[in-house]
């Protein structure tokens, strides 16, 4: 080593060497030994035995050293100062770097030892860090300091001690990224928390375990009207107040001391009492409160939080709720029909008095049978069912079964739907028939005696003043022929009248015969203009056959069809303008034969048009009305041609015109085709 020069080897003395001091260097190369004032021992034997111990032991404590730098969690290093031709510090060099220092900086050792700062982070010097390992040399100040840095794009800190040690100085770094992390995670907790404390919607109370108001947000402010938010902090005492614990408040909060978590509900609290320390204007709120404990670390109650809410508007708007159902109730039970709500899942809901009556013995729902017969109605047609697809249906051809017999029902559902439009309930109406099967059968008889009664007699007046008209007589003196025609007129009117009674009577009770014949639909249609042109050219009206397609077979009793064909061309006839016309079609639509007549009247009235099929239904019902007929025929007309197999409709635009339709099923060559 040339003279002058500083051994970068790091010495260690031994600390037992009390009158001696033996130096041996790091690589344990040469060694001397000499008394404390410098002179040579005169005993070489005993000086050489007293090195060899003393080079056992150090090699004891290189040895210790070396496992504890090893083991160790921190990371050290140990510079020594480069100075320059002045004196002054110009850079440091590594002496020595232990393992840990290594992971941390992810270096191998060959990078550092015998290299300088300079070399591997001049960034050194513009963060201040080599003044700072300076400062130590030259001061011999030891320093502790937090370094804060990125590896691998993640943020870490370390605490930095460094340490004067010779011409130089040791670092010491201890890896505190998890504690400050842990840290900085906690404060933004605490921040969090706080936002939210103060932030929160509901009002947030928190008081000491000995009933002290320790703190409170500004929902609850606002809710218990306090004017400030440190209004009553460290003097209320919920424990001592006189309305909590009459309100039985106080006794919640020493439940919450034992542990538990309490819920008080709809608790009416009158603020501005002469009670109530608060000083707030008097007022009624309606609060729900949830009372819970904090604790501490070691599982004591450190502070009982109460959490509060107006429940007011809620409470109001729940006891509206109840008295509407209430009222509901009460409607449902004194309707005089038999009323169930059905669930979604087919649960009744609700089952009214009557429906109880009706439908249940000993609580068990008896069978729904079809009218007539002991077969059990099939569920899926019932209205319930129907309903919770969301259709509205009514049926009459059911009866309940009750020990006393069958009883016969219309029974019709309606869906109630929620907000997207999807049936969730269904409302089923129950209305015992018996009393209008009876008075309907009653009046049947009724109708069908009197009918029969007056048809003959009428038959011989109309039969007698039509020969009388006719001259049959002889001539009619000119002031009695205008009466005997208006006689001949009224009692066709009559006739008509009664004999649609008779056809209606034998409708309904199904005594009717039908000769139901294969024939071709266009001729009869022809046969029924032909028929009644004669009527038509009296009303100054034409009759038009714009589509007569042949071909169409069809199975109907020609007579009825006739009949029915009279009825839809009178009433076209009666109800267009003078010198008008009524376009008759047949043709092929979708598989049926269908017969439309149209006129250009004036068109139905909506509130006419839903029971135009219905007995006794005329648009214009009053006594003074200008068309003639019974009201029965389209009634008859809907009866005949669904006993033949068909259906009947209409169109209808005010100030345009109706068209009445009938379709009917084709057979034989025609309805294959």
Known sequence: MPPG????????????AKSKEVVISSEGQGSSARSSSGSPQ??????????????????????????????????????????????????????????????????????????????????????GLFDRYAHVVEMGEPQVVEQHF???????????????????????????????????????????????????????????????SRRFNEAQRRLFGMPSLDYGIGLYNMLADKLTNDLGVADCFRQVLAGQ???????????????????????????????????????????????????????VAERALRASESRLRQILEAMPVGVIVTSREGEPLSVNLLARQ???????????????TYEAYPAALLPTARALQGEVSQIEDVEVLTPQGPVPLLISGSPVVDPAGVPELAVTVFMDMTAQKQLAAAQSDFISTVSHELRTPFTSIRGSLALLVGGVAGPLPEKV??????????????????????????????????????????????????????????????????????????LVDPNRLLQLMANLLS????????????????????????????????????????????????????????KGGTGLGL?????????????????TLIGEGTTFFFDLPLIGRTAGS
């Open 5 to 16: 020069s500083i051994d970068p080897r790091p010495t260690f003395v031994y600390p037992g």
């Open 42 to 127: 005169d005993d070489p034997e005993t000086t050489h035995a007293r090195i060899a111990e003393l080079e056992a032991e150090l090699r004891e404590s290189r040895a210790l050293l070396a496992s504890v730098l090893e083991s160790s969690l921190s990371g050290l290093m140990v510079f020594k100062a480069v100075r320059g031709a002045e004196g002054k510090i110009i850079d440091f060099e590594w002496l020595l770097v232990n393992p840990a220092a290594l992971r941390a900086a992810g270096r191998p050792l060959s990078e550092f030892l015998g290299h300088r700062l300079s070399e591997l982070y001049p960034e050194s010097w513009p963060l």
């Open 150 to 212: 990125e590896r691998d794009g993640l943020p870490h800190w370390s605490m930095v001690s460094m340490v004067k040690l010779g011409d130089g100085l040791t670092v010491n770094y201890n890896d505190v990224t998890e504690s400050r992390q842990a840290n900085l995670a906690l404060r933004h907790t605490e921040q969090l928390t706080n936002k939210i404390f103060e932030h929160s919607p509901v009002g947030l109370h928190i008081f000491d375990p000995d009933g002290t």
């Open 261 to 315: 978590v309490i819920e008080h509900e709809n608790q009416m609290v009158e603020l501005g009492h002469p009670e109530n320390v608060w000083d707030i204007k008097h007022h009624r709120i309606v609060i729900n409160e949830i009372f819970f404990p904090l604790h501490d670390e070691k599982g004591n109650v450190d502070a009982v939080v109460i959490m509060t809410w107006d429940n007011t508007a809620r409470a």
């Open 358 to 372: 009706l439908l249940y013995r000993g609580g068990a729902a008896l069978p729904l049978v079809r009218a007539g």
């Open 481 to 554: 022929r205008p009466l005997v025609e208006i006689a001949l007129r009224n009692s066709e009117r009559l006739l008509t009248l009664i004999n649609d009674l008779l056809d209606i009577q034998r409708l309904e009770s199904g005594n009717m015969e039908l000769n139901l014949q294969e024939l071709e639909l266009t001729p009869l249609v022809e046969q029924a203009l032909e028929d009644n042109n004669a009527f038509a050219s009296q009303l100054g009206v034409t009759f038009r056959l714009l589509h007569g397609e042949a071909g169409l077979h069809v």
């Open 571 to 626: 009433n076209a006839a009666k109800f267009s303008p003078l010198e008008g016309t009524v376009d008759i079609g047949v043709e092929r639509h979708s598989g049926w034969a269908r017969v439309s007549v149209c006129d250009h009247g004036k068109g139905i009235p909506a509130e006419f048009r839903s029971r135009i099929f219905s007995r006794f239904a005329q648009a214009d019902s009053s006594s003074t009305r200008q």
């Open 635 to 651: 009634s008859i007309c809907k009866a005949l041609i669904e006993r033949m197999g068909g259906f009947i409709s209409f169109t």
